[in-house]
């Protein structure tokens, strides 16, 4: 990837900040939108999250991740700390993985 292109790629996420800015100015957006736009975060996170854990390259792929994150999902459900969480997870995905699974 060239310098070049990363300088495009920063200006154009720029522009449409930029763009977004002057659209509303002062004005508010509906409250629907506003629930919207604030689930975006959450999703991209989870959708990254699904991919690096079921995908090797263009492959599907199910190894000791998949177990981690069977288990961090368990540990939010129970509402467990987030440092909490991080920690089962790495703990179970690395003694699957030293189990040989």
Known sequence: ?????????????????????????????????????ALIPAALIAALVVKDTFSAGQHLHLDARVVGVAVATVAVWRRAPFVVVIVIAAAVTALVRAAGG
């Not at 154009?12 to 629930?35: H, I, S, T």
């Open 1 to 37: 990837m060239s310098w070049g292109l990363v300088f495009a790629l920063a200006a154009g996420a720029y522009g449409f900040k930029l763009v977004g800015f002057l659209a509303l100015g002062q004005r508010q957006l509906p409250a629907v939108a506003e629930r919207c736009l």
